[in-house]
């Protein structure tokens, strides 16, 4: 007798719905793989690169990994890794990286990003650019066709004597592209300007189109007096870890 088919529906796994933090926590977990017992690592800021710090740390306690020295890119990290117990050192001692993990704001098909949301781009150039590996971890909003899609702030740190001097020649620079500066301040509510690891401020660029060429619009900000570092990381990622939904994607350089 052939049976009657069932009223209830076959029983199946219900679908795991991945929060932006799990996706960031998955490509964190991901670029730690790349870490060995050894090396000097550059350790990021962000909450992205928060996960990859916290595993490393885990993996140092449980034996995993040993002899790790880290050099935080800021003072949140460098609180972060004391508090996990990670060794820490800086780039007087340390001048050559090994390996470097850090989060981006916009990561664009060559692999240039924007950094500094979290307002560490300098101590993260300084770190990032003196490593041998650069890998950078996001989730899958970060990824851009072209930097400046996502219609997030480009960050330029800049001294704060006469910093409204200095946001309107940044802000004039980028006429063309209908920049606006505006600078960071601690709570949106407030005018108290956020200040950096280094007693600097950050002025935020708007743009409404393309600004055309990075290197050259990178150069036309570092010639300005006044301005000490922008959040355009141009040709230093060597690895982008992107995590999504579907799985995570890896791209080398
Ligand atoms: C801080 C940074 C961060 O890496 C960047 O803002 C990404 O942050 P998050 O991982 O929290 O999204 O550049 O200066």
Redesign the pocket.
Known sequence: EVGLPSLSPPLSPSPVILTQDDL?KIAAYKAVEYVESGMVLGL??????KHAVDRIGELLRQGKLKNIVGIPT?KKTHEQAVSLGIPLSDLDTHPTIDLAI????EVDPSLNLV???????LR?KMVESACKRFIVIVDDS?WVRFIGESGLAMPVEVVPFCWKFSAKRLQNLFEYAGCVAKLRTEKESSAQPFVTDNGNFIVDLYFKKDIGDLKIASDKILRLAGVVEH?MFLDMASTVIVAGELGITIKHK
């Open positions: 960031k990021g800021t962000g909450s992205t690169a800021s850090d989060g981006a704001d950094k500094g949301r979290g307002g560490s781009l993260e970060k959040g």
